[in-house]
């Protein structure tokens, strides 16, 4: 999920960089992350989800903070 007031687009070096790596990547694919809400954590609950699924592997979540 990409910084506070950032988009995908923030993060598309960092996902690049990890799928040449070897580790499949996604957008949040949230739009401009402005807050959070019930509602957005539920949506990235299900897209985790259907991530493991798809890949039949665990996750790792990468993060990175500029604070």
């Keep these: 999920m990409p910084g ?3 988009g995908d687009g923030s993060t598309a070096l960092l996902r690049n960089s990890l799928s040449e790596a070897g580790f499949h990547t996604y957008p949040a694919s949230l ?11 539920a949506s990235l609950e299900t897209m985790l989800d259907r991530m493991v699924q798809a890949d039949r592997k665990k996750a790792v979540l990468v993060g990175w903070s500029l604070g």
């Design 4 to 6: 506070m007031a950032s």
């Design 31 to 41: 739009g401009r992350n402005l807050t959070i809400s019930p509602a957005k954590l």
